[in-house]
C-alpha cells in the first residue's frame, strides 16, 4: 500500500494543488487537471496499488479554495466510497 501525504496549507490555488498532486501521485502526463479527470485516473492507480492518502491542513485548503476546495474533498471522498482501495485522512 502506498501512503501520500498532501500538504493542504501549501496549496494557494488550483494550480498549486495540481501540482502538487502530480508530484505525489506521479498523476501521468496526460492528465486533464480537473476533478473528473483526477476521479479517473485515481480508479487507474488504485487498480495497480491501494493508497492511503491524508491530507493535511484540510481547513486552510478549503479556506483558499473555497468551493474548489469542498468539490475536490467530496471528489475524494466519492471515489473512496466506490473503490475500497483508498483510504483517505483529513487533518
Not at 8 to 35: C, I, M, Q, S
Not at 47 to 76: D, K, N, S, V
Amino acid at each position: 500500500m502506498r501512503y501520500v501525504i498532501l500538504n493542504g496549507a501549501a496549496v494557494t490555488d488550483r494550480k498549486t494543488l495540481y501540482d502538487a498532486l502530480e508530484a505525489h501521485l506521479e498523476l501521468p502526463d496526460y492528465f486533464g487537471r480537473n476533478l473528473d479527470a483526477l476521479h479517473d485516473v485515481l480508479g487507474d492507480l488504485l487498480a495497480a496499488q491501494p493508497l492511503t492518502l491524508e491530507i493535511e491542513g484540510t481547513e486552510t485548503l478549503l479556506r483558499t479554495l473555497g468551493r474548489y476546495g469542498e468539490a475536490f474533498l467530496h471528489m475524494l471522498d466519492d471515489t473512496a466510497k466506490e473503490n475500497k482501495s483508498l483510504r483517505l485522512t483529513f487533518r
